[in-house]
């Protein structure tokens, strides 16, 4: 199954537009509230310069980057954990979810009215945290209770109920159980248990042109403090520029973005960082019918990796040829590369890296 990224935040502040952004795929979005529930699923092309390279090197049939899933869910309201508004809806949604995108709204515009009336970022992602929290007591509470309910203790594994409330009174401090360490016994306990404040968070300001040209930004020493005291990555995107970005023509883009001081456009930068959220690096392959990045999590054998191109090739694994992209940069060629020596051959145990770019031989 494909690992996804979930886009929550408050009604109204932009989460559909980054959908669109991320996924191109063109759902209407509204300029008021209007209670919406249903949940957008799409796919995000990761962008990577290493592909290009690699594609004006080959010239190949086809060119295939990596994605992600990325999933546009309903916003979220006071109350949510409760079932108010959209929220059991929301919480189906984002349980789903490996990473999430907290989209929070730093523009003013009067003709997109503020869920809360007024511009208050802290208050905003405040609230979103609150939800989760609550949302991980209430399933604690319900299944300490169902673990209690009867004359035997219900327990997946033995060390469950201990580390339930362990989490319980890290979450009663209002802090996410993200700042919790357990042993490897407790996570093994709640490893049949989706907790909300666990998984990884990036916080995306949607900005507007201004505020993205000079770089300020209501609360911003606030929003900055708070990203670096929880340990959370934050960008800093304006949807409405993004928007006028991706209707240009490609050739047009770099000339409007430097007109603007934008080096790298936001939405690259966002993908890019949910890729990386993910755990996930990319390997490559390269030949005149495709140039390709393989998603796999980082850390993995390349007897494993191989798998991820064809079951047969992980079962007849012999050797990886292997060179690492900045090597086949720097010589431009792969006839330079193998005269400089920098193609290697790689065991089964061999630990994938990022930008490796790998010929497996195999024979089944």
């Known amino acids: 199954m494909a690992l996804s990224c979930g886009i929550i935040g408050l009604p109204m502040v932009g989460k559909t537009t980054f959908f669109n952004l991320l996924t191109q795929a063109g759902i209407q979005t509204s300029g008021f509230f209007s209670g919406k529930t249903a949940t957008n699923i799409g796919h995000s092309t990761i962008p990577d310069e290493r592909l290009d390279f690699l594609t004006n090197l080959f010239h190949p049939k086809k060119t295939t980057f990596a994605q992600i899933e990325v999933i546009d869910i309903p916003g979220l309201v006071q109350g949510s954990s409760q079932g108010q508004g959209t929220g059991n809806e929301f919480l189906t949604s984002i349980r789903n979810t490996d990473v999430l995108a907290h989209i929070v709204r730093a523009f003013d515009n009067k003709n997109v009215p503020h869920v809360q009336d007024t511009l208050d970022l802290m208050r905003d992602i405040n609230t979103i945290n609150m939800e989760l929290l ?23 594994h033995p060390k469950e109920e201990e580390a339930l409330k362990k989490c319980q009174s890290l979450l009663e401090q209002e802090k996410p159980l993200n700042q919790l360490e357990l042993t490897e016994e407790e996570a093994e306990a709640l490893k049949h248990i989706t907790f909300l404040t666990n ?41 409405k520029v993004e928007e006028e970005i991706q209707e240009l023509p490609k050739d047009e ?35 005149e019918d495709e140039v390709r990045a393989w998603p796999i999590t980082k850390g993995i054998t390349a007897k494993v990796a191989a798998g991820k191109i064809h079951s047969d090739i992980e079962r007849g694994f012999i050797r990886a040829e292997t060179i690492a992209f900045a090597q086949l940069q720097e010589v431009g060629t792969m006839t330079a590369a193998r005269d400089k020596g920098f193609f290697r051959l790689e065991g089964k145990e061999y630990i994938v890296k990022d930008g490796d770019i790998i010929n497996f031989r195999f024979n089944v």
Do not use: W
């Open 134 to 156: 609550f949302a991980d007591l209430q399933l604690i509470e319900t299944r300490l209770t169902r673990i209690n309910t009867g004359n035997k203790k219900k327990l997946e």
């Open 199 to 239: 998984k990884p968070m990036l916080i995306v300001l949607n900005l507007d042109e201004t505020q993205l040209a000079q770089n300020d930004y209501p609360q911003k020493e606030a929003v900055e403090a708070y990203c670096q005291e929880h340990d959370l990555e934050l960008l800093t995107v304006s949807a």
């Open 253 to 287: 883009r770099h000339v409007f973005m430097e007109e603007l001081g934008i080096a790298t456009s936001g939405i690259n930068r966002m993908a890019k960082a949910l890729y990386k959220q993910l755990g996930l690096i990319s390997f490559l392959t390269a030949g």
